[in-house]
C-alpha cells in the first residue's frame, strides 16, 4: 500500500491550506484512510478519519475547521484546513488501515499500519 502526501506550506493564522494523499489503499473494499500530525516533541495525534463504511470522525481539537474528503477515482484524499492557529503546526501525514468497521480517529496510531512519509504545515502567529 502507497501513500503519498503533498500540499505542506507555511500560512499565517487564520489561513486555510489543502493537503493531498494519493494512495492506493482504495483499491481494497475495506479501506480506512486517516490523517494524523505530529508537532515537535508531542506524539502524533490522530486529526481525521474516512473510511468505506461511510464513517468520518475527527479529533475535537479540529473539528468545524477541518474536513477530509476522499476522490476514489483518482486514488487521492484530502483534507481541507481552515482557520488555521499556530498550534496546528505540525508534520502531516496519511495513513490506511483494512477493517470492518474502520477504526476511529482516536486509535490511529495503534490501528492504521500504512503510512505516508508526511508534509509539514506551519502557521506563523
Known amino acids: 500500500v502507497q501513500l503519498v502526501e503533498s500540499g505542506g506550506n507555511s500560512v499565517p493564522a487564520g489561513g486555510s491550506l489543502r493537503l493531498s494523499c494519493k494512495t492506493t489503499?482504495?483499491?481494497?473494499?475495506?479501506?480506512?484512510v486517516a490523517w494524523a500530525r505530529q508537532a515537535p516533541g508531542k506524539e502524533r495525534e490522530g486529526v481525521a478519519q474516512?473510511?468505506?463504511?461511510?464513517?468520518?470522525t475527527y479529533a475535537e481539537s479540529v473539528k468545524d475547521r477541518f474536513s477530509i474528503l476522499s476522490d476514489k477515482s483518482n486514488m487521492t484524499m484530502y483534507l481541507e484546513m481552515n482557520d488555521l492557529k499556530s498550534e496546528d503546526t505540525a508534520m502531516y501525514f496519511c495513513a490506511a488501515a483494512f477493517a470492518k468497521p474502520c477504526p476511529t480517529v482516536h486509535t490511529v496510531n495503534s490501528e492504521y499500519h500504512y503510512w505516508g512519509q508526511g508534509t509539514q504545515v506551519t502557521v506563523s502567529a
Open positions: 489503499a482504495y483499491t481494497y473494499s475495506a479501506y480506512c
Open positions: 474516512l473510511g468505506h463504511d461511510g464513517s468520518v
